[in-house]
């Protein structure tokens, strides 16, 4: 069974930073396209960011310019670096990994962005 595993979640202030890791098997890291996702309390989880195997990035949900999302396939490692975080940011946070119709989900960890 595919695993991913995030961390680094956690409380920070308002205009603060976390950086969120991913790490999944080989497989996932050679070819599936990853993301993050969120969901706030009561809301629909949403698509934050996306990377492909190649590198290539898209950024979702008015994030763009204040998170960038990473990954090193030979270290089996996706990263959400976010910065100038907002108490609107708030929220539990799920990798995803996508490819040819497969998916997998973390298990989420929490950011919770409050003064």
């Known amino acids: 069974q595919v695993q991913l595993v995030e961390s680094g979640g956690g409380w920070v202030q308002p205009g603060g930073s976390l950086e969120l890791s991913c790490a999944g098997p080989?497989?996932?890291?050679?070819?599936?396209?990853m993301g993050w996702y969120c969901q706030a309390p009561g809301e629909q989880r949403e698509l934050v960011a996306e990377?492909?195997?190649?590198?290539?990035?898209d950024y979702f949900y008015a994030v763009k310019g204040r998170f960038t999302i990473s990954r090193d396939n030979h270290k089996r490692k996706g990263w959400l670096e976010m910065k100038n975080l907002k108490p609107e940011n708030t929220a539990v946070y799920f990798c995803?990994?996508?490819?040819?119709?497969?998916?997998?989900w973390g298990q989420g960890t929490q950011v919770t962005v409050s003064s």
């Open positions: 990377i492909t195997s190649g590198d290539v990035a």
């Open positions: 080989t497989e996932i890291f050679r070819h599936f396209v």
């Open positions: 995803h990994a996508r490819f040819d119709g497969d998916e997998y």
